[in-house]
């Protein structure tokens, strides 16, 4: 990279990398998040100019290329073994007295046991080169492109790493993640993870890595496993050396001279382990020298070096005072426990979804009874058995309703799946909750108006759809409780500002099943106004790179379901009309669909699509008999041949140009 441009690109990755380690390894950051997106736009648009310079290694490249077909499989380099577990403090001194006659002089290195995915990652001339999760110890699955997503995980080392160096360590998620992923997964109605480590193994499953990449995923590395060169005596050692190369090592690692040290340690985590912003299930006990390991080997599946520390998940005993029946936006009933409160897990619970009425089934769970609670993810509580010798004699069973609770109507249970909901169309509690939803920060974000305004606005019938509220006057406001002339006026302002939201946010706030904000930001992007979504038919939405058919399936019967689009036609006619970006430069590509392939040189991906979309054109991700032109850069690869074979139309860079008039 002799260039100027050459130069400038290496700089930047040297920063980003540096920052990197600073933020991830050191855990003591030198700039601002804003700083560093700084420094990383100006290399993307850098790289997006020069093309050619772009390395698989550039900090660029996290997130990059397609989805994958399938998972393959790989050999371990050496079996990955699991770990023997204990749950008490007399078992680990059972191991240690297995450990005393091998051994003469040895000590403990004590690790939190990080619950996450167990991953192996392998870098070949400091570069990463695969990441592969445990499978059955001797096989694992190659998800190299999901973990090149993950930000702790350094795709080049520093300071002159080994030809090769092979290490293990864990994938995990942290509990914010956790709680936020499982969050918005509750908004779309689609099913929770139970805890982190699930959620971490869900992520890395992905075929897509753009999908893992949102997963806020992170990384500590914990044991060395094969290098080219002699690398450390100890582990303790061995794991400076990973932070030195820039590999994320956990900070609370403790050394121990003898096993009630250790004893010592695990108690004190046991009780501090909420405090963390991860989850840990237990210790791990390791002896510290690598040669003493050697000697002690392994017996079956574990090696005899090496103990967990197992912890009990905190649980509570607790009352269940009453049942509630939840209404939810889509109409789903879902029963929620309350309780006498009770401290678990450092927080005071009141109250914990059943879920649905299987699971009340499953569990046998009824108003009265005494029940034993856990935290998923020590983050959600949840019931998980019910204590039947407390359970008072007229305990009945708790029945599914037949009838909605809030408005009476009969209610249906899904046929593919555990849901029963609430039929209504006009069902006032599912309103309310479209309206909150509507109304919500992500959504059109509505400010001042809160909860309270909507149920009373439901309640007096007042609004029956989302256009009702466009229609709201001072006069109407004043008149609900507890509202003066200045909080209703600024009620309507919130609403009118709403007005000109951006595309997207209405398309999320309609509540249209599996579309949340970034899918409609997807959709906004390709289709540009509402009459262009009720046009578009299936197939052009299964097209589509990031939709696939159940999401598409999704969208074309909300734009096909005469209600809603009544809704829409209110909504327009109230005033309601989302910004669009104006992008557009012309119609030159009016009805033509192309399929881009292999590398440009003028134009990223991103670039390229915006470019045929300004001219009225149509993106498409795989070639068919539809397809007018499939645009070639260098080395284009299955499509080309596609095309080829249908007899599409194959231009270059330079005629895409020129139909552009460029
Ligand atoms: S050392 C021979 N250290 O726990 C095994 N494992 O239940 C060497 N784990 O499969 C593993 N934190 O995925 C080690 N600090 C830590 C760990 C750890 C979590 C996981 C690992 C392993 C599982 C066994």
């Not at 002159?160 to 936020?180: C, H, I, T, W």
Request: with cysteine; hydrophobic share 35%; net charge positive.
């Amino acid at each position: 990279m002799k260039s100027a441009a050459g130069q400038k690109i290496k700089s930047l990755r040297e920063q980003i990398r540096k920052h990197d380690y600073l933020y991830y390894v050191l855990n003591q950051p030198q700039i601002s998040d804003q700083q560093y997106d700084k420094l990383f736009s100006e290399l993307k648009n850098l790289e997006q100019q020069r093309p050619e310079l772009i390395t698989p290694d550039s900090p660029t490249q996290r997130v990059s290329g397609k989805p994958i077909e399938g998972f393959e499989q790989v050999t371990h380099s050496s079996e990955m073994l699991s770990i023997d577990n204990t749950y008490s403090a007399d078992e680990l001194r059972a191991f240690d007295n297995r450990v005393a006659k091998k051994l003469e002089k040895y000590s403990y290195v004590v690790e939190l046991k990080i619950d996450g995915v167990a991953m192996s990652l392998r870098y070949e001339n400091g570069i990463l080169v695969l990441g592969a999760t445990r499978g059955d110890g001797t096989k694992g699955d190659d998800v190299t492109h999901n973990i090149k997503t993950i930000k702790a995980i350094p795709l080049k080392l520093q300071d002159n790493p080994p030809d090769v160096l092979e290490v293990r360590g864990e994938v995990y998620m942290p509990k914010k993640s956790f709680a936020k992923l499982n969050e918005e997964k509750e908004k779309q109605g689609e099913p929770l993870f139970a805890n982190p480590r699930n959620a971490a193994a869900g992520s890395l499953k992905q075929l897509d890595p753009k999908i893992t990449a949102k997963r806020n995923l992170s990384f500590f590395a914990y044991s060395l496993v094969q290098t080219s060169k002699p690398f450390a005596k100890t582990h303790s050692e061995s794991l400076d050396k990973f932070k030195k190369l820039g590999l994320p090592v956990n900070p609370n690692i403790e050394k121990a001279e003898n096993i009630e040290q250790v004893i010592e340690i695990c108690n004190q985590w046991e009780k501090k382990r909420f405090e963390l912003d991860y989850q840990i299930d237990g210790m791990v006990i390791k002896i510290d020298r690598l040669d003493q390991r050697e000697s002690l080997g392994a017996t079956g599946r574990a090696p005899r070096w090496c103990i967990s520390y197992k912890f009990a998940a905190e649980q509570a005993k607790t009352k269940i005072t009453s049942i509630d029946i939840q209404v939810g936006k889509t109409g789903i009933l879902t029963p929620v426990a309350n309780f006498e409160p009770v401290l678990l897990a450092g927080t005071t619970v009141r109250r914990a979804s059943l879920h649905n009425f299987d699971e009340i089934d499953r569990l046998d769970v009824r108003e009265g009874d005494t029940v034993m609670i856990e935290k998923a993810g020590e983050i959600i509580p949840q019931v998980i058995e019910v204590k039947k010798e407390y359970r008072p004699k007229d305990a009945k069973p708790f029945k599914p309703p037949s009838k909605c609770p809030e408005c009476g109507s009969k209610v249906q249970k899904d046929e593919d799946g555990v849901y029963i909901r609430c039929a209504s169309a006009s069902c006032p509690a599912q309103l309310k909750e479209k309206l909150r939803y509507f109304a919500g920060r992500d959504q059109m974000d509505i400010e001042n108006l809160g909860p309270a305004i909507i149920d009373q606005l439901v309640d007096k019938e007042i609004v029956k759809d989302f256009s009702d509220l466009y229609k709201l006057d001072v006069n109407i406001l004043v008149n609900l409780d507890r509202m003066a002339q200045k909080s209703a006026q600024n009620v309507l302002n919130g609403i009118k500002k709403s007005k000109s939201q951006p595309l997207a946010r209405l398309l999320a706030a309609l509540g249209i099943r599996h579309i949340g904000i970034q899918n409609a930001e997807i959709l906004a992007q390709q289709f540009g106004t509402i009459d262009a979504l009720k046009k578009a038919t299936a197939e052009e939405l299964t097209e589509i790179e990031q939709i696939g058919p159940v999401l598409a399936k999704s969208i074309y019967e909300y734009f096909h379901n005469s209600d809603n689009l009544k809704i829409l036609d209110k909504l327009i006619a109230a005033g309601v009309n989302p910004k669009q970006k104006q992008t557009k430069q012309s119609d030159k590509l009016a009805g033509k669909t192309f399929v881009v392939t292999g590398t440009l040189e003028n134009f990223s991906r991103t670039q390229i699509e915006q470019a045929i979309k300004d001219n009225g054109g149509k993106v498409s991700s795989s070639v068919s008999k539809k397809t007018d032109y499939v645009l070639a850069g260098a080395e284009a690869g299955s499509k080309l041949d596609k095309a080829n074979q249908l007899g599409v139309k194959i231009i270059d860079e330079k005629q895409f140009l020129k139909m552009i008039g460029k």
